[in-house]
């Protein structure tokens, strides 16, 4: 029979899914974590969601990688590698190998490549997921030991084009307030993000501002969502319309005199030639575009730019559109010529998806910027190439669908990445598959056999998140401590020491070091930083920055003097409108969108490995209207083929009144009906993201063989 075991010991950390940073303690005993608890942190007092309590037991499934694998001469790369390699049983196509063996195939194929190509025939991925530690290490590795900038992680995916813009903007790409902030505003704008399924925690200060403060709330989004129930305005926008209705606002301010003279005046620049450029999008104009009332827009416009303290909070919603980067510009053009920014209650917040997406960005997993955005074409470079001690490229790298694309031509043959996993996350995955397979050589360094690592050559067994010790930048710009609760099993081995071990084997003058001494070299190259020490880490379990200088305390608020761009002032940017790269038509006449769900996270490499979250929601489906389903004749529950003009997939039709009718929605964490095998690859011309959020589709009734 079992033992109910008592925990033997408890560890204080942060949860390992997404941007609101909640912290937790591991209950632990027989180097296994038996239970989670809530703590006390500044960003969830308390508060866990359903993933952070009970996503935990992924980190002892029986498919966990605990010896190093090296593919097997007798099975040749396919670009189906990722649907026929079976990750309980990988080794059909690879081969136990020592880590001697392993870590000199690893580092013998990117130095081939490099000494015969240049490093610009490698590229490295790193994710969001790892600590700033590991971030930092593994863009220094691509950049001195590589030789290129072709280092990239999936905020390209996620908050590229917010950054873009957010950087042109107000010279930062970090939010201007805190989630909490929402406490202290009289009202919130929640635009292209679904808070209560993807940042649980942070939804839950939203209401209890509606419930308790009095706060008005409106949300935008073509789905419905947990928040209208909280919502004074709660707008049913049509999907990829975003900038037809805040320009629409933006008119209404700049018209009826709603622009803060004053603050404009001091803090912004570029205000007339704005104020002309949106003139033409009338209310009236805009409202037959995004199937919003013109009273309504300009209700709305009204109530933002008139309360004593509004924010805005976005999702992917607002990003993942060809005209993603305009999207945010509206946002941003919104605050500023309102002045909502910078004091108590108001601000910029783009939430961030991932634990660590914010400070994977600030420790310079970006091609184009070394850490804190320092432009690899710029001053900054004397600077790096002093502290890391060789000549560095001048040449900004490229991002994550460029390099897939420059793997698919054969001018990047090398790649390796650590816990990313493009093979599920990118768009028309069918040809980045395709392209993965084609790569002369792939490292990938992660817990289980991923559908990327289907594709490799070497698979180097990382840790989990409760198996190491780093720090992660939440949504907030908090900096926290996660703790090492467990140990790595079998043969698996901590990411920091692996990146070091690539290093050192690609010619670095690298040494093993602690987590503490890497965030040591990083404070020092990191004015966002200053002041931020890791003892201090230790002792308060979190630190915001960026620090007052004068009294040594984070700032939750920010840019209320001035903003970081060389005049101090913020910038308004005039947007087009820019219609969707593939709209519905005779085909394809349905519009299919795709997200997450409150029970997983982003692949589902681990949530769906957690045992709780994947009885609550274990298999693929579509979500549409049930009027639609009616009208298409399709049975409820059964079997459909959704098709794009790049693939289909079967799964189960689950009739869903929030989806608009003409819609689909499909969740991308599921392996066995992959939805990015759907997806569009047509880039924001800025920020370089995909849109994910729109594509023309059709869903039929199977016909079965
Ligand atoms: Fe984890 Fe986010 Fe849930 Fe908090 S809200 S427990 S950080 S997934």
């Not at 790269?581 to 085909?587: H, Q, S």
């Amino acid at each position: 029979g079992t033992v109910a075991l008592k925990p033997a010991k408890k560890v204080d950390s942060t949860c390992p899914y997404c941007g609101v940073g909640c912290q937790l303690t591991f209950n632990v005993a027989d180097d296994q974590i038996l239970s989670v608890d809530g703590k006390a942190g500044p960003a969830n007092l308390n508060r866990l969601c359903v993933k952070g309590r009970f996503g935990f037991d992924y980190a002892r499934h029986p498919e966990r990688l605990t010896q190093p694998l090296v593919r097997r001469d007798d099975a040749p790369k396919r670009a189906d590698d990722a649907d026929r390699i079976d990750p309980a049983n990988p080794l059909t196509h690879f081969r136990i190998a020592s880590w001697e063996e392993a870590l000199e195939r690893a580092a013998g194929g990117l130095r081939t490549i490099r000494d015969r190509d240049g490093g610009g025939a490698l590229a490295g991925f790193g994710s969001a997921k790892g600590s700033n530690e590991e971030a930092y290490l593994f863009q220094k590795l691509v950049r001195t030991g590589f030789g290129t900038n072709n280092v990239d992680h999936c905020t390209r995916l996620c908050h590229a084009s917010s950054v873009a813009a957010l950087i042109e903007g107000i010279g930062s790409g970090a939010v201007t307030a805190p989630v909490q902030a929402v406490l202290d505003a009289e009202v919130a704008l929640v635009i292209g993000a679904n808070p209560a399924v993807n940042h649980p925690v942070a939804a839950t200060f939203i209401k209890q501002a509606v419930r308790q403060r009095g706060l008005k709330l409106i949300v935008a989004d073509p789905r419905g969502q947990a928040l209208d129930r909280f919502a004074s305005h709660s707008l049913r926008i049509k999907g990829g319309s975003d900038v037809a209705l805040l320009s629409g606002m933006l008119c209404t301010i700049v018209e009826e005199g709603l622009v803060d003279e004053d603050y404009v005046r001091q803090h912004v620049d570029g205000h007339e030639a704005f104020a002309e450029s949106v003139r033409q999008f009338t209310p009236e104009a805009m409202a037959p575009l995004c199937g919003i009332p013109a009273e309504t827009i300009r209700e709305v416009a009204r109530l933002f730019a008139k309360s004593r303290a509004s924010i805005v909070f976005w999702g992917m919603g607002i990003s993942q559109h060809v005209h993603g980067t305009d999207n945010s510009r509206c946002l941003i053009a919104l605050c500023l010529l309102t002045g909502q920014v910078g004091r108590a209650g108001t601000g910029l917040h783009p939430l961030r998806g991932q634990n660590n997406v914010q400070g994977a960005s600030d420790a310079g997993l970006i091609p184009m910027v070394f850490p804190d955005y320092q432009r690899v074409d710029g001053g900054a470079r004397a600077l790096f190439e002093e502290a890391w001690g060789q000549s560095l490229d001048a040449t900004p790298g490229l991002t994550v669908v460029e390099i897939m694309h420059a793997m698919e031509e054969g001018r990047i043959k090398g790649l390796y990445v650590m816990g990313e996993n493009p093979a599920m996350s990118d768009p028309d995955l069918a040809h980045a598959r395709a392209a993965l397979a084609k790569l002369e050589h792939l490292v990938v360094q992660d817990i289980f056999l991923t559908e990327t690592a289907a594709y490799a050559d070497v698979v180097l067994p990382a840790s989990a998140f409760p198996e190491k010790t780093g720090t992660f930048t939440n949504t907030d710009r908090r900096i926290q401590l996660g703790r090492q609760a467990i140990d790595p099993p079998g043969e698996a081995r901590q990411d920091l020491w692996l990146v070091e071990e690539l290093a050192i084997r690609l010619g670095l003058p690298w040494q093993h070091r602690t987590p503490a001494a890497v965030f040591g070299e990083m404070a020092g190259l990191m004015p966002s930083l200053a002041g931020i020490n890791w003892d201090r880490l230790e002792r308060d379990g979190s630190v915001t920055y960026p620090l007052d200088p004068l009294t040594g305390e984070g700032q939750a608020v920010i840019f209320g003097d001035a903003f970081p761009t060389p005049s101090g002032r913020g910038r308004v940017v005039p947007v087009s409108l820019v219609p969707p790269d593939e709209p519905p038509d005779g085909e394809y006449p349905l519009l299919l969108t795709t997200g997450r769900v409150l029970e997983h996270w982003h692949t589902g490499a681990m949530t769906r490995r957690a045992g709780a979250l994947d009885a609550l929601e274990p298999e693929p489906f579509v979500a549409l209207s049930p009027k639609e389903l009616d009208r298409l004749g399709l049975p409820r529950g059964g079997m459909v083929e959704v098709s794009t003009r790049r693939g289909s997939i079967r799964l189960q039709a689950r009739p869903d009144r929030d989806v608009a009718p003409g819609n689909l929605f499909i969740p991308f964490c599921f392996r066995e009906a992959a939805a990015n095998l759907l997806t569009n690859p047509a880039l924001d011309p800025y920020g370089k993201i995909p849109e994910f959020k729109l594509c023309a589709a059709r869903v039929s009734v199977p016909v079965e063989a």
